[in-house]
């Protein structure tokens, strides 16, 4: 029930003046904007508060990511919530500084104040004390930055050197896949040069190079495999020959064994040919006899990945490369003509040279397990025989460098001469046709195992001994020889005026020496064994002047001109320990394993002490 009766309610009622509907609105209106206030007041305070977390959590991963300069004072509290100690100690503050290098410029580096440490920046240290380094996580959770001093390698003799045997660590050069080398020639099977001049020449030192790195690896390669597609005989292969076309098995008397003869039609629609599918050997060698000038053995290559094919077109032109379209052609050379000649071909090196020739300005890299084989052909009128693809033949290469030198060899002076210029900065310009030691003792290298792996092929053996005339004729009368302090001999790499005494040169042309000593009869023997060792007397005398304390020297023009030295890059002073660590094996005096193994120590940052 209620506390009041009705009459009291009334009472209450009457009592009450009456409130009209226009004196109601206003109290309402009154309220309405109280509540509004405060619904706006929180709005804005949440999209404020949003704000400021947006900006700190911004700061925060700017700060983690970049070098960002704050105050001090600002710097400290932010880094230590966000660098927490590796150890889960204190927390390391890092403050920008700037390094003052030299007071000749500066660089960004950081500081820790705690540990009084200054942080500088790899990518400066790398430039300025020319050193390496790289960040791995490779097989473990934790980034380890892995410094070098030097990239180079160190390669250790097996045993003691042998003049029969691989030669120094050249079975791990690939000379023909260099930059420099323009192409393998056809007609003369030996890589063209455009290290000094552009349009391509014959350097010795590369072609011996080119050689002593396929001898040695056949040596420590495992035996090529060898497909035989035709030899005229046992081996015989289904030809494709158009009506037009005719392909003839007959038997060549001079040769003892059976060749095929062939004659097209004009176009390359009356090519006799053969059709391979996923054949990936790619070293392709033939006896080929070529009769008119329109004649031409032709190979297809593809891409595998992008179906792209080239055509490799050797013809017989005083042709080095030419390149048209996805056609790429070599000369065989104009004398090729009703001559035999067995070519060796690496298609892979052909068809890269010519894609680079194509588009210098964006070559293009192919691996060889990207290519295969699609077919064989000829054009016009010959004949072939002996058609193999294998996985290598070095020792055709081998020996098309060795042929190369004993026709080549300049008969008067027994030197390999090269024909371009050769400017050193401070020396007297090299006029073409200079002879240099080191292409010299590197091309006895290659006579020598020539002589012996052939049993005894004279040719190789004159070539070898006529070869070491310029080591008794002076560097300004046309040859190599040069004196230091007229007192030690030295055979010069680049026979300069003044002489220059480039170190790892004048060592290559030693094992020359040595190699025509240990293979050669007595007479000449003894004449290559006279040279080395008045080599190696100059040598054993002068090899300290290459010491920097912390490296080599390149030459020793710092003492024929008065110049600043020539520092040899690391490349080079690791040719020097190696050069020297097999030095060491064929001489006992501990002066030249000491300095090997001290200048190895260069190598991984080690330093001469100081006073």
């Known amino acids: 029930m209620s506390k009041f009766s009705s009459s009291q309610r009334n009472a209450f009622a009457v009592s009450e003046p009456p409130v009209s509907r226009k004196t109601q609105e206003p109290r309402i209106k009154q309220r309405e904007p109280l509540v509004f206030f405060i619904m706006r007041l929180n709005l804005k305070a949440v999209l404020l508060i949003l704000t400021v977390a947006v900006v700190v959590i911004t700061l925060g991963v700017y700060m983690r990511c970049a070098a960002f300069s704050f105050s001090r004072d600002l710097v400290r509290p932010l880094d230590r919530a966000a660098r927490p100690s590796l150890n889960g100690g204190e927390t390391t503050v890092l403050q920008d500084i700037e390094c003052s290098i030299n007071q ?9 104040e705690n540990a009084n440490e200054v942080y500088v920046p790899f990518s400066f240290l790398r430039n300025y004390f020319d050193v390496s380094g790289a960040v791995s996580t490779s097989g473990s959770e934790v980034a380890r930055f892995n410094w070098m001093h030097s990239t180079a390698k160190v390669n250790l003799p097996k045993g003691k050197y042998d003049a029969r045997g691989v030669f120094m660590y050249f079975e791990n050069y690939n000379v023909e896949v260099r930059d420099r080398v323009k192409c393998i020639s056809a007609a003369e099977g030996v890589p063209v040069s455009t290290q000094w001049e552009k349009r391509g020449y014959f350097y010795p030192t590369q072609i011996a190079q080119f050689a002593l790195s396929h001898y040695s690896k056949n040596l420590t390669e495992p035996a090529p495999r060898v497909r035989v597609l035709e030899d005229g005989d046992g081996n015989q292969i289904d030809w494709s020959t158009p009506k037009t076309s005719n392909m003839t098995r007959i038997w060549h008397h001079k040769f003892n064994t059976s060749v095929v003869q062939f004659e097209t039609a004009p176009g390359y629609e009356g090519a006799i040919s053969i059709a391979l599918n996923h054949t990936l050997d790619l070293l392709l060698s033939v006896d080929l006899l070529l009769v008119t000038n329109s004649s031409s053995l032709m190979v297809t290559v593809q891409n595998r990945d992008t179906r792209h094919s080239y055509t490799l077109h050797y013809i017989p032109a005083d042709l080095l490369l030419s390149v048209q379209d996805s056609n790429i052609y070599y000369g065989l050379g104009g004398s090729a003509l009703n001559k035999w000649r067995h070519i060796t071909r690496d298609l ?5 040279k010519g894609i680079v020739l194509g588009d210098k300005r964006s070559p293009l890299k192919i691996r060889r397990s990207d290519l295969e084989v699609l077919s064989i052909g000829f054009l016009g009128l010959g004949f072939y025989d002996n058609i193999t693809l294998s996985t290598s033949d070095h020792m055709a290469h081998f020996y098309d460098a060795a042929e190369w030198f004993v026709h080549n060899q300049d008969p008067k002076t027994g030197g390999w001469a090269n024909p371009v210029r050769r400017s050193l900065n401070g020396f007297a310009e090299l006029r073409p046709g200079w002879i240099s030691a080191m292409g010299q003792g590197h091309s006895i290298s290659v006579l020598a195992r020539a002589y012996w792996h052939s ?28 004196q230091f302090m007229d007192k030690f001999y030295w055979y010069e790499e680049y026979p300069t005026t003044p002489p220059s005494y480039v170190l790892n040169g004048f060592i290559y042309s030693l094992l020359g020496l040595y190699d025509l000593n240990s293979t050669a009869p007595v007479k000449i023997a003894r004449e290559a064994g006279k040279l080395f060792t008045q080599g190696m007397y100059s040598l054993k005398k002068m090899l300290l002047l290459y010491d920097t304390g912390s490296g080599t020297s390149y030459d020793l023009r710092h003492l024929s001109l008065g110049v600043a030295p020539n520092l040899a890059r690391w490349d080079y002073h690791a040719t020097h320990v190696n050069q020297l660590l097999l030095l060491a094996t064929i001489d006992s005096d501990p002066l030249i394993a000491q300095t090997a193994e001290r200048w190895k120590g260069y190598m991984f940052g080690k330093r001469a002490k100081h006073n």
């Open 104 to 112: 000749e410029y500066s660089v960004h580096c950081k500081r820790d």
């Open 348 to 352: 892979h090196i052909d068809v890269q």
């Open 455 to 482: 049993g005894g092929d004279e040719r190789y053996l004159r070539a070898a001994a006529a070869g070491l005339q310029p080591y008794r004729v002076y560097s300004r009368d046309g040859g190599v020889l040069a």
